[in-house]
Structure formats: structure tokens, C-alpha cells
């Protein structure tokens, strides 16, 4: 079991480590792969983000803030109701957000195995079977 956890914090800390190198912390890049999955909500606010991102409201503002003011994210107000924000990426911050996700992709090829690996002898053998053959 201790394997399998160091190895999901080394997954974490290569993916964390890839957009550093790209300029964004750890929790912008989680905030703009959130954005991508949530693309087709019609709305997707900072209340939203720092629920998901389990952080106080005022981090996901400065969070979006700091996002905004690069041009990673937009941040249009809501015609519904003007105090809300209806935050999405712009194309800037899919085309970094993809050059991130394509390197950690990469990697899965040489750290999926192990995972697996370590994953299977937590399970039993029952199940070692089908993890490897994944």
C-alpha cells in the first residue's frame, strides 16, 4: 500500500513539476483542467472552483485573478446575474494547458507500469491479473 502511494505522489509531483516549467503553480494548472472538463457548463464560478479546489474563496479569486491577467482564463461577467463570474479558458490557456497534459501523457508510458504494478499486489492476485493487462 506504501508503494502505491509513493508512487501517486511522484505521478503528482512530475505533473506538478511539468507546469512549473510551463509557469503556472500547481493549483492554476488544477484550476484550468478543471475549466477544460467543465467546458460544456454553461457557467462555472469561483464559489465552483474553490469547492473542488478545496481552498477558501478568496485563494480561487486570486487564483482566477492571477489566471485572467495573464490571458489563460476569461472571466465574463453573468448576463443572468452581473455579480457572478462565468470563467472559461481562452485559447492561450488551452494551447498551454495542452502542451502540459501532452508531456504528462508521455510519462505515463514509463510510470503506468509500476503503478500497476504496485496496484496489483495491494489488490491480491486476483486482481494482479487484470491490472497489468490494462
Known amino acids: 500500500m506504501v508503494e502505491f502511494w509513493?508512487?501517486?505522489?511522484?505521478?503528482?509531483?512530475?505533473r506538478r513539476s511539468f507546469a512549473k516549467s510551463e509557469g503556472l503553480d500547481p493549483r492554476?494548472?488544477?484550476?484550468?483542467?478543471?475549466?477544460?472538463?467543465?467546458?460544456d457548463r454553461r457557467s462555472v464560478n469561483v464559489s465552483f472552483i474553490a469547492e473542488n479546489l478545496f481552498v477558501h474563496h478568496h485563494v480561487a479569486a486570486g487564483l482566477v485573478k492571477d489566471l485572467v491577467k495573464r490571458g489563460l482564463v476569461s472571466a465574463p461577467r453573468s448576463?443572468?446575474?452581473?455579480?457572478?463570474?462565468?470563467?472559461?479558458?481562452?485559447r492561450e490557456g488551452e494551447a498551454l494547458l495542452a502542451r502540459v497534459v501532452e508531456r504528462s501523457v508521455?510519462?505515463?508510458?514509463?510510470?503506468?507500469?509500476?503503478?500497476?504494478?504496485?496496484?496489483?499486489?495491494?489488490?491480491?492476485?486476483?486482481?494482479?491479473n487484470s491490472a497489468s493487462a490494462s
Do not use: N, W
Open 6 to 14: 509513493f508512487r501517486v505522489q511522484e505521478f503528482l509531483r512530475i
Open 28 to 39: 492554476e494548472y488544477e484550476l484550468l483542467l478543471m475549466l477544460k472538463a467543465l467546458a
Open 79 to 90: 448576463q443572468r446575474d452581473r455579480r457572478c463570474l462565468s470563467l472559461r479558458l481562452t
Open 106 to 128: 508521455e510519462g505515463l508510458a514509463s510510470e503506468g507500469p509500476h503503478m500497476l504494478s504496485s496496484l496489483g499486489r495491494i489488490l491480491g492476485p486476483e486482481h494482479s
